[in-house]
């Protein structure tokens, strides 16, 4: 059994640029109708866990700059 490659046919009509609309109609069609389903959730923390993920960020930089002191008091 072989296989052949050919050429896909194209039987539509060639529409001149000028006349030919930009959108296809689907495209304008799904773009206009309401938005439903799911709802995205915004890339935005709120509320408390934005202050605990910055007091934990404070507490990590603190306790750098405390054992880089004392690394550096206790290096000859």
Known sequence: MALVLTA???????VPPQ?????REEALRHR???RTGR????LVIS??????LWTLAAA?????VVLAAL????AP
Do not use: Q
């Open 19 to 23: 006349t030919r609309p930009v959108y």
């Open 47 to 52: 509320g408390p866990s934005f202050l605990a």
């Open 8 to 14: 896909p046919r194209n039987d539509t009509p060639r």
């Open 60 to 64: 990590l930089l603190a306790g750098v």
């Open 71 to 74: 690394a550096l008091k206790a």
């Open 32 to 34: 206009s109708a309401p």
């Open 39 to 42: 709802t995205r959730m915004p």
